[in-house]
């Protein structure tokens, strides 16, 4: 008799290389919570507007209320509010904390009012006790506001004040001290701050680049320009006419 057929193999499975999909379970309580928390948060943020404008209409009110609507005004972005309510503040004598000069150098820099920038980050100076200092974030808002009115020198004694006072600057503040530099043609302290940026592993912009080769035109810095213009190739940041056209009034100035 003919030999039985052999029983037919199942060709052997292969693992199938979709992730394994593992259910989450939702959790409506949570998201209902987190949803209620915010409703709050909104509330509240509205309800210390509507404080600070019953504050400005009828003059009255103690410091924690005056301090309380300013923050809320900041944290929603009323700055024309958290101006007019700080003035009323100094008017009528209430005592600012540092959050409220905080917001309403904030406000001015929002608004560019940068000149009050200026005058509320001196009277913040003012307020601080004895070996107090301003903290970077104030610090480099009142570098950028000297930088935008054009007193680049003041700017750049505020970061030297900022480092005598041990304030160690972040690269916001960097950044715009290099644009008070581009100013003032301060072609070696630009190019020390770069190096500082790139110290801690960020790539400064082509922008950035550019201004310290604006201060390098100024100080007619032709071999420091060539140098930068050979670090932007080497880190791979982006060259532009701009760049160009700063490195080349660098080197027609010879030095």
Not at 120 to 126: D, G, I, S
Not at 228 to 236: D, H, I, K, Q
């Amino acid at each position: 008799p003919p030999a039985a057929a052999a029983p037919s193999k199942s060709p052997p499975k292969i693992a199938s290389s979709s992730p394994t999909v593992i259910p989450v379970e939702w959790n409506s309580e949570a998201v209902a919570a987190a949803v209620a928390w915010r409703r709050q948060r909104l509330a509240q943020r509205e309800a210390g507007v509507v404080r600070a404008l019953e504050l400005l209409g009828s003059g009255g009110g103690d410091a924690a209320a005056f301090n309380a609507a300013l923050d809320a005004c900041r944290q929603v972005g009323q700055w024309g509010q958290a101006l007019r309510l700080y003035d009323a503040m100094l008017s009528s004598g209430v005592a600012l904390e540092r959050p409220s000069y905080e917001a309403a150098m904030a406000a001015a820099m929002a608004l560019r009012r940068h000149g009050v920038a200026l005058e509320v980050f001196e009277k913040l100076q003012a307020s601080l006790a004895g070996g107090e200092a301003p903290s970077a974030r104030e610090y480099t808002a009142a570098i950028a506001a000297c930088e935008r009115l054009g007193r680049w020198e003041r700017a750049l004694q505020l970061f030297g004040e900022m480092e005598d006072c041990s304030v160690r600057p972040d690269t916001n503040t960097l950044h715009v001290a290099i644009l008070a530099c581009e100013a003032g043609g301060k072609a070696d302290l630009a190019d020390e701050l770069l190096g500082r940026i790139e110290s801690v592993g960020a790539r400064p912009p082509t922008s950035l680049y550019n201004s310290a080769l604006g201060a390098c035109a100024s100080a007619a810095a032709a071999a420091r320009a060539a140098a930068l213009v050979g670090r932007m190739r080497e880190t791979g940041v982006r060259r532009d006419a701009a760049t160009y056209a700063a490195a080349f009034a660098a080197c027609a100035g010879g030095a």
